[in-house]
């Protein structure tokens, strides 16, 4: 299904640098890495793919956590994958535009957590888009963004969503990607696992 998930991810990231964006070619790649972390999401009645996640394991220095999008992917061909890894870090997710707020990203948060315990490990990490930053920027820093959010002053469509299933903030990473949506932004969030190996 590598050619409908490059579609999902095109329709999930129209903003999003080509040069960072999954490609089908990525797709086929990641099955062959690590299978257990790639997830899709397909329509009963019609077979059509509709929300995906990439995931890979790795360490963390949490002392040095500032890192581009597509270093930590290893330009998305995921070469940077440690089978030993402590961590599982979310390269992606996205749910198709005509299919959002039914709970698939949920859905998809769900098995990445399942994956988490049957591993045993440490936890999830994501940079998540502060999409909802570039509407605010004019009147505060993303450091202040963030802390509304967190406070729940601020609805972001990504950082709430993460915020609502267990993830705390860990810390702002600038040139994150390169896509004006998020500012280039992204937000380091850490969902840990109660009962790691
Ligand atoms: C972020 C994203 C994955 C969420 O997917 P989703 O399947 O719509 O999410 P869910 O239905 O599981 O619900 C998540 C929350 O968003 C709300 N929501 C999402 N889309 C909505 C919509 N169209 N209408 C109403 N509510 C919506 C849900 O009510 C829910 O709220 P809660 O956190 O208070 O429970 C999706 O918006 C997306 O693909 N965005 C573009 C790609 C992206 O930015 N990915 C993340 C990169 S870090």
Redesign the pocket.
């Known amino acids: 299904m590598a050619d409908d998930l490059a579609a999902v991810q095109e329709a ?2 129209p903003t999003l640098s080509p040069s960072e964006r999954i490609r089908a070619e990525h797709y086929r790649t990641h099955v062959r890495v690590f299978p257990e972390g790639q997830h899709a999401v397909i329509e009963n009645a019609t077979g059509r793919v509709v ?1 995906a996640s990439t995931d890979f394991r790795t360490n963390i220095d949490f002392h040095r956590y500032q890192h581009r999008y597509i270093d930590a992917v290893d330009g998305n061909w995921l070469g940077t994958h440690d089978p030993d890894g402590r961590w599982l870090y979310s390269a ?4 198709h535009p005509d ?9 998809l948060f769900a098995a990445q957590h399942d994956l988490i315990r049957r591993l045993g490990l440490a936890g999830h990490v ?4 502060p ?1 909802g930053y570039p509407s605010h920027r004019h009147r505060m820093a993303i450091e202040a963004y963030v802390a509304a959010v967190v406070r729940g002053e601020i609805d972001d ?2 950082l ?2 993460h915020l ?2 267990g993830y705390h903030v860990y810390g702002i990473i600038p040139d994150y990607v390169e896509d004006p949506s998020s500012a280039n932004y992204g937000v380091l969030v850490v969902w840990r696992n109660l009962d790691p190996k």
């Open positions: 999930c990231f929300a992606d997710i996205g749910v299919f959002r707020g039914r709970g698939l990203a949920t859905l994501a940079g998540a888009m999409r469509p990504t709430s969503v609502h299933r």
